[in-house]
């Protein structure tokens, strides 16, 4: 019997790569919730999405980082409204990937969400704000990061100053 006769295009190889995973993003152990997370981003399948999603109400901060990562390898915009969500985490880690998922996804409903980003208390998500809006070349974001050429941080000021001549 041929070994590789059992698989099929739905049979047992889909449920090794995605039906485990999906189940321990629900496990105990952090370490393992944070593996899913990162199996499930490079599925490249976007059934997994839903389960992403609902998995962002994780308890700890590094499992929500990394889910908001795996959205962005992703790429689906259909994940949009759960990474505009995740820029309110209290846990700037958590922001700063969800800004760098919302870079991949390079998807222009996110300008607004980013353009409040641009106010951030964290100098990392004041700069991953600009950086990403000047990426998306969106013109709204030029008043908003003008706004940064004052930021005490000169990193900041340096990342506006960027944005703003990319989106010229």
């Known amino acids: 019997m041929n070994p590789g006769a059992n698989v099929s295009a739905d049979g047992p190889k889909r449920k090794d790569t995605i039906t485990d995973p999906i189940r321990d993003l629900h496990d105990p152990a952090i370490r393992k919730r944070r593996a899913a997370a990162q199996h499930l981003g490079r599925t490249a399948d976007p ?3 839903p389960h992403l999603v ?6 700890h901060p590094l499992v ?3 889910i908001v990562q795996a959205l962005g ?3 689906d915009p259909s994940a949009l409204a759960a990474l505009i969500s995740s820029l309110e985490d209290k ?11 919302l870079g991949r996804i390079k998807d222009r ?3 607004d969400a980013l353009i409040r980003c641009l106010q951030d208390k964290d100098i990392t998500i004041r700069i991953g704000a600009a ?12 008043g908003p990061l003008k706004t940064l050429l004052d930021d005490p941080f ?15």
Do not use: F
Not at 92 to 101: D, E, N
Not at 131 to 142: P, Y
Not at 154 to 168: D, G, H, M, P, T
């Open 73 to 75: 390898r992703l790429g």
């Open 131 to 142: 950086e990403v809006l000047g990426s998306l070349k969106d013109h709204r974001a030029a």
């Open 54 to 59: 609902e998995a962002l109400s994780d308890p």
């Open 47 to 49: 059934a997994v999405i």
């Open 64 to 66: 929500r980082s990394e």
């Open 91 to 101: 846990d700037p880690y958590v922001r700063a990937a969800t800004i760098a998922a």
């Open 109 to 111: 409903n996110a300008v």
């Open 154 to 168: 000169s990193q900041v000021r340096e990342a506006a100053e960027i944005a703003i001549r990319q989106i010229r």
